[in-house]
């Protein structure tokens, strides 16, 4: 018996009857944003979770021992991208892989080859794990829309492939290795017959698990915290951490998820977002005017989320997303509490909180 049956089994019985009872499986970059938010889910299922991180010891990655089920379930295993022993460690034994990790930076040397290799090397260790039914792979929307040639009135979906040459000549680097990354994953488990699915995230917002700010939390803050003193005249599309964890899910267990799923649920424009966080909370310094008053305003793109819908998944209002975000950074000192909030503040946001585009097939 391996340490992994070992700990399957024991898990197995304090894990109830939840869908990943007596399954073990792996989930790399387990301290991140987004999949700390799907370790704890996992381990809310039941599942037994190999969690990958770079530094067990670092305090960075302590909220994961704390998570429910955690103590029984959660194994921590060492692990950077580029280190192929290390990931055939971790994914041995494991009946499901979750690939997150992934470098988050537009710094060329950071991000392309951990993206495209250590891709690749989860995918080889899932083929000769021999267990591993599924492996979910997080994509992003930066694999999808940077195309300077779609036109306004496309739905952008999961047949959208961002253009390469255009995320080099705009050193999107990002963009790029994700791009690159997610096509090297589908040839390599079209070559080595890998059960591959793939979830597009927007731009993640929402409660932090970990003590730290990650760069789309961060793309947040800076409205809140005085670091931005305009905003851009430019569209994005977000979603809530706790949807992007439930569509990894949902990717992995239903046997009808399939290809890619875009992950989104409204496209606003950056003055939306502004407006929706200092109404909600005016005793911030939220700024009010745009660093761009030359250009037409940039209109938002539209989107589908059917895929996901069609699995079940409804999505959480954006406008709620951006609360929880500020209260969440206020609960871990990221931001000063400024005045008291009433009960009437904690009411879930209004409908006319929400602008944007409804992202709908
Ligand atoms: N947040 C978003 O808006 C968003 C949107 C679309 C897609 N995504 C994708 O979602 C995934 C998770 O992102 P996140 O937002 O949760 O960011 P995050 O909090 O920065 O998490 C990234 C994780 O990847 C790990 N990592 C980075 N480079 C690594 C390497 N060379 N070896 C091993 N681990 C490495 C990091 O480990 P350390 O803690 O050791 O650095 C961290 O755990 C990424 O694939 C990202 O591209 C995110």
Redesign the pocket.
């Known amino acids: 018996m391996t340490v992994v049956d070992v700990v399957a089994a024991a898990g197995g019985a304090e894990a109830g009857n939840g869908s990943g009872n007596g399954q073990t499986v792996c989930v790399?970059?387990?301290?991140?944003?987004?999949?700390s938010w799907l370790v704890k889910l996992l381990l809310e299922q039941g599942y037994t979770v190999k969690g990958?991180?770079?530094?067990p010891d670092?305090p960075?990655?302590a909220h994961l021992r704390a998570l429910d089920g955690a103590a029984e379930r959660l194994i921590l295993c060492k692990?950077?991208?580029?280190d192929a022993d290390a990931i055939r460690h971790a994914v041995h034994g494991c009946h499901g892989v979750f690939h997150?990790?992934?470098?988050?930076t537009d710094d060329p040397e950071q991000m392309v080859e951990?993206a495209v290799r250590?891709t690749e090397y989860v995918i080889d260790a899932a083929v000769e794990a021999g267990t591993v039914r599924r492996m979910v792979l997080?994509?992003?929307?930066?694999a999808v829309t940077m195309d300077p040639n779609r036109g306004p009135d496309v739905v952008v979906d999961e047949s959208c492939w961002s253009d390469l040459d255009f995320c080099k000549k705009t050193r999107n680097w990002?963009c790029y290795g994700?791009a690159v990354a997610e096509q090297a994953a589908w040839e390599a488990a079209r070559q080595r017959g890998v059960d591959l699915v793939v979830v597009?995230?927007?731009?993640?917002i929402g409660p932090l698990l970990?003590p730290t700010v990650?760069?789309?939390i961060a793309h947040i803050l800076k409205y809140l915290d005085g670091s931005a003193s305009k905003f851009a005249n430019a569209v994005q599309a977000y979603v809530d951490v706790r949807d992007v964890a439930d569509a990894h899910l949902r990717a992995f267990e239903n046997p009808l998820a399939s290809g890619r799923l875009l992950c989104a649920e409204r496209v606003l424009h950056r003055e939306d977002v502004v407006r929706i966080l200092s109404k909600l909370f005016p005793e911030y310094p939220v700024p009010t005017r745009c660093s761009d008053e030359i250009n037409p305003r940039k209109q938002p793109y539209k989107m589908s989320n059917q895929k996901l819908r069609d699995l079940g998944l409804e999505f959480r209002p954006v406008s709620q997303s951006l609360y929880e975000t500020v209260k969440s950074l206020q609960e871990k000192g990221h931001l000063p509490v400024l005045s008291e909030q009433t009960e009437a503040d904690k009411e879930v946001p209004a409908e006319e909180l929400q602008g944007g585009v409804t992202i709908r097939a």
């Open positions: 790399t970059g387990a301290g991140g944003y987004i999949a990958t991180v770079r530094n670092d960075k990655n692990a950077d991208l580029l997150t990790a992934s470098p988050v951990p250590g997080t994509s992003s929307i930066g990002y994700k597009n995230p927007v731009l993640v970990q990650n760069a789309s």
